[in-house]
Each structure stands twice: as structure tokens, then as C-alpha cells.
């Protein structure tokens, strides 16, 4: 009887184990459970169970499902490697597809090998671009959003899909600049310039608003000036209002005509402010009270 307990107890737990991972499990958890090696093997040519991946094995009576081949990956690599790509984003919500080959990335000195429906990629992740999801390591959003639309022939709409729905524009650019060496960081470079034009029209019609709810009258929208264009301006003030999006810090010629437009207004006798989407989203007050001081600044000259 003092036999027959502790198998019971490792029986359901092995069981437990199956539920929550769609029937999988590694030899190495299974061996924590109470499952010999050679109990493994008899549950291989007895039981119907299957290896599906190195040290990976699914159990009789389970069906392999595109959510047990990304688990299968995932338990492979373990917390030595994350799931990543378009498996990471389907895995994490962001994409409905599941594509038909795999990625893991691996650190660059670790020794593991693909194997049939799973590639391996070598790169050593920060910590904040991995997250631990429903018992398997993958990337994190913000990468996973701009590795998987760097492989999709519709990476743009992706990655504007997941800026709306998944991830905030200044935390896919701090992944950028944590990868900015990695494979694929010119074309990510230029999916996420296109990407910061569309959120500095999103910061302008924030702009907008927030003049709008705050009673302030006597701006254009997009007034032309030389061979540039305000983002906002009062001409009566001549106080001119930049919106600095993300592109220009991935893109220098945008970064120096902002600077020379800038040098030109002030030339010109113009005031200028300069706010960020991070001051339009965290410190709306000081923004309308810093164009307001401006603005009375002008009527008092």
C-alpha cells in the first residue's frame, strides 16, 4: 500500500501536467513525475505515445494540434531558448496564421539543432525582450512584432494592427535599439520609420484635440512655410508648434530638416514649441499651459 500511493500521486500529477500542456511532456518532467526512462519507452511502444519533438513526447489519446507544435518547440528549447517570429505572434495573440516552420532563438554559444518544422536562430535576447506565456518562453511583443512583420509580404498592416491592438509605438522602438545589429534591422528600420510617420499624424490629431478641449482658437493645421509645412501654427502669434514623432531618430536627413525648419522659424521671428507624444500623453496640463504662455507672451510684445 505505502508503494501504491506515491504512484498515484505521481500518476495524477503526470496527468495534470498533460492537461495543462496539450498532452505533452519532456522527459525530464515526466522523469520528475515518476516516469523511468524505460516506463517512458513502454508508454512509447504500448500506449501510442509519440516523440514530436527531442525529449519531447506526446501522450496516447492526444491529437497534435498547430498549439501542441508550437508547445512541442517551446518545451524543447525550454528557458535556454524562445519561441519567435510568427509562432511567437500567434502564440501571443497577434497573428491568427501559424506558420508551417517554427522559429527558436537560442543564445549564440548554446549547441541545440533544429530539427523537421523547427528552425533554430543564434542571438543572445535582453531580458526584457523574452516573456514567459501559458508555460512557454517567446519573444516579447514589442519583438515579435517587428521580427513577424519583417516575414510577412503584409508586414506594414501587421505592424499597424499591433501598434492598435498589442504594443505602444516608443516600446517596439526601445526593442529596436536592443537589436539594432540583429538580421533583418534594415528592413525593421523601415517598417517602423513608416510606422512613426503614421503616430506623429496620430500625435497631431492628439494635439488638436487637446487645443480644442481647451478652448484655444486661431491655429492652422499643416500651415506652409518656406519649403516646409507647421504642424500647427498661429500665424496672429507667429508661434509655431512641432510634433516630434520617432522616425528622425533612425532617420538623419528627417532629423536635419526638422533642425534647419526649426533654425528657420526662429530666424524668421516665430516662437516655436516642440512637444513629444510622451508630453501629449503624460502631461497634457503643462503642454496647453506652456502654448497658453506663449500665446500671451505674443499679445504683450
Not at 515518476?34 to 491529437?63: K, M, N, S
Not at 549547441?111 to 518562453?137: E, K, M, N, Q, S
Not at 513577424?148 to 506594414?156: E, K, N, R, V, W
Amino acid at each position: 500500500m505505502r508503494a501504491i500511493l506515491p504512484a498515484m500521486v505521481a500518476n495524477r500529477a503526470l496527468l495534470a501536467l498533460l492537461a495543462r500542456q496539450d498532452g505533452l511532456v519532456t522527459a525530464a518532467q515526466a522523469a520528475r513525475c515518476g516516469l523511468t526512462e524505460r516506463a517512458l519507452q513502454r508508454r512509447v511502444q504500448d500506449d501510442g505515445w509519440r516523440r514530436v519533438a527531442p525529449r519531447v513526447f506526446l501522450a496516447g489519446g492526444h491529437r497534435r494540434t498547430d498549439r501542441g507544435r508550437v508547445r512541442a518547440a517551446g518545451l524543447w528549447a525550454g528557458d535556454r531558448g524562445a519561441v519567435s517570429g510568427p509562432a511567437a505572434a500567434w502564440w501571443l495573440g497577434m497573428s491568427a496564421v501559424v506558420p508551417a516552420r517554427i522559429e527558436v532563438t537560442v543564445p549564440r554559444r548554446l549547441g541545440l539543432r533544429g530539427y523537421p518544422g523547427v528552425r533554430v536562430r543564434r542571438r543572445d535576447l535582453a531580458v526584457p525582450d523574452t516573456v514567459l506565456r501559458d508555460g512557454i518562453w517567446c519573444t516579447a511583443l514589442p519583438l515579435t512584432a517587428l521580427e513577424t512583420a519583417t516575414a510577412l509580404p503584409d508586414g506594414s498592416a501587421f505592424l499597424d494592427r499591433a501598434l492598435q491592438k498589442h504594443v505602444r509605438f516608443e516600446d517596439l522602438y526601445r526593442a529596436y535599439c536592443r537589436n539594432m545589429g540583429a538580421r533583418g534591422a534594415g528592413r525593421i528600420a523601415a517598417l517602423l520609420t513608416a510606422a512613426a510617420d503614421r503616430a506623429d499624424s496620430a500625435a497631431e490629431r492628439l494635439l488638436i484635440s487637446l487645443l480644442r478641449d481647451a478652448g484655444l482658437t486661431g491655429w492652422v493645421r499643416g500651415r506652409p512655410f518656406e519649403r516646409w509645412v507647421i504642424d500647427i501654427a498661429f500665424p496672429d502669434a507667429a508661434l509655431a508648434i512641432e510634433v516630434d514623432g520617432w522616425a528622425w531618430h533612425m532617420d538623419v536627413d528627417r532629423f536635419r530638416a526638422d533642425r534647419r525648419k526649426g533654425n528657420a522659424l526662429v530666424s524668421a521671428g516665430w516662437q516655436l514649441l516642440r512637444f513629444t507624444w510622451h508630453d501629449l500623453t503624460t502631461r497634457p496640463a503643462d503642454v496647453i499651459a506652456e502654448i497658453r504662455s506663449a500665446l500671451l507672451a505674443a499679445a504683450t510684445a
